[in-house]
């Protein structure tokens, strides 16, 4: 296939890459065989084998193609309360939403229901990639891995492990049994997706506190073992951390609880690190371990501002995750906008330090290739290269009054009225923009969504 028209990515932290009349050829593999940046008045390709391509195009006006977004960290089970939260904290949060709603995942027709909504919906977000926890129950992490590759998103899907300070009514019943149930589930991945291509594994401690130190030890010898990634939470919330101290008397810290476990690599996502000490960021940048910032949440339940700025400049690779639902939205642009703007909290913290705040372009990079690195999977995804794969969106935002596709952009949100300049447009995306704007999006070169009516 031959995609034609602008495209737009990172190609660095800060600088965005736009090339108004691309061209880039995707192989029946998913993969990019080769990229024009500049189409204007020349031919097709005619080397054999592009002769015969399927030809999607997008006039100039009308938008752009950009790497589909990563979130680095979501729970699939906790779709159905997004945006039900109150004043709730961490831990009353979890007592009060989370684990009712998490526990009722027993039923394999209650996973099925939602986890084709939550995989259909973050795709129609631009989500090509996602790092989902589950729950404890082996057959609907296996569902979630099953859906996730019918419909084509690329996925890290880990069954949720928590065998003490969990309600009776939902807890793994030993450490043997966490193990034993995740093993389980890596085996079904192993069995629909050998080469873990599309759909990974990924083991996943709850959090320090619900994990027993048998648990953790044995986990971490998993994951050392395996290889296989790990993800877990650190640092969101002060009482967290006090209850950490409390159960781990005698880590330095909680950083130091995960490493003793052997669970802190290069292969570990950490969601929030909000509240990290120097020592911890230290030890996070010596094993070159991955955080997700999930602004979102940390501000709807009162967790903190987490300090990107530090975390960047200290070497650390970040990326963006929802956490839905402690965070209450599953769409990675409108975190992508909450990255920004919490940054601007942080900078009024900071006496106004401009140093602080996240540009635009930095928020994106942060959900493209920032994504990309915390999953491992930088070589592949992220951005357009020769060799990377054909994870995309088709960003539209026609001029007011025009149509594309045969579609009224009058539906949509992100009013441009010609003038502005492509950075400009951009940041209209990114302030204003929202599905209605991801007119397709594909996985590998495979169509996984498309607006209805719109045929590319
Ligand atoms: N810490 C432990 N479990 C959770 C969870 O489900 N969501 C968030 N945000 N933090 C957690
Ligand atoms: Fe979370």
New binding site residues.
């Given amino acids: 296939t031959l995609y034609i028209g602008p495209f737009i990515h990172s190609d660095s932290l800060t600088t965005l890459d736009i090339a108004v009349n691309g061209m880039i050829g995707v192989d029946e593999h998913g993969t990019i065989a080769f990229i024009r940046r500049d189409m204007k008045g020349k031919q097709l390709p005619t080397e054999p084998g592009w002769e015969e391509s399927k030809i999607v195009r997008l006039n100039a006006r009308h938008g752009f193609f950009f790497p589909g977004f990563i979130d680095t960290?979501i729970?699939a089970p906790?779709y159905p309360n997004a945006g039900i939260f109150g004043k709730s904290t961490?831990l009353d949060?979890?007592e009060t939403y989370?684990f009712p709603m998490?526990s009722s995942f027993r039923e394999v027709r209650q996973a099925a229901k939602v986890y084709n909504r939550v995989v259909a919906r973050t795709l129609s977000h631009g989500t090509t990639t996602a790092c989902y926890?589950a729950t404890v129950h082996v057959a609907a992490t296996n569902l979630l891995a099953d859906v996730c590759l019918s419909r084509g998103q690329r996925a890290f899907v880990g069954r949720?492990c928590?065998d003490r300070l969990s309600p009776e009514y939902y807890r793994d019943e030993s450490a043997e049994s966490s193990l034993r149930d995740t093993e389980a589930c890596i085996e079904h991945v192993r069995g629909i997706d050998p080469g873990f291509e599309l759909v990974s594994p990924i083991i996943t401690p709850?959090?320090a506190?619900?994990c027993s130190d048998e648990s953790l030890k044995a986990l971490g010898k998993l994951h050392q073992d395996s290889g296989i990634p790990c993800q877990?939470?650190i640092s969101?919330?002060k009482s967290?951390i006090a209850l950490v101290k409390k159960l781990f008397p005698e880590a330095p810290h909680y950083a130091g609880v995960y490493d003793e476990a052997g669970l802190l690599t290069s292969k570990t996502i950490l969601?929030?690190a909000v509240h990290l000490t120097p020592e911890e960021r230290s030890l996070i940048k010596t094993r070159d371990a991955k955080i997700s910032h999930?602004p979102a949440?940390n501000t709807a339940?009162a967790?903190g501002c987490a300090p990107v700025r530090q975390l960047l400049n200290e070497g650390i690779t970040v990326g963006l995750g929802t956490?839905v639902?402690?965070?209450y939205t599953c769409s990675m642009l409108a975190e992508t906008r909450e990255a920004v703007m919490v940054s601007r909290h942080r900078s009024i913290l900071e006496d106004g330090s401009d140093e602080c705040k996240l540009s635009v372009e930095e928020a994106l990079y942060l959900a493209t290739r920032g994504g990309a690195k915390v999953v491992g999977l930088e070589d592949k995804i992220g951005g357009f290269e020769v060799g990377k794969q054909w994870d995309a969106q088709m960003v539209t935002f026609a001029e007011v009054g025009e149509t594309v596709g045969g579609l009224d952009q009058k539906e949509g949100p992100v009013e441009v009225f010609g003038g502005e300049t492509y950075e400009e447009k951009v940041a209209k995306w990114v302030y204003t923009g929202d599905d209605r704007n991801t007119m397709a999006v594909w996985v590998r070169g495979r169509l996984v969504h498309c607006k209805e009516g719109f045929k590319p």
């Fill in positions: 960290h729970h906790q961490l949060w979890l989370t998490e926890y949720v928590m709850r959090f506190p619900s877990t939470h969101e919330n967290e969601a929030h999930c949440s339940l967790s956490d639902s402690g965070g």
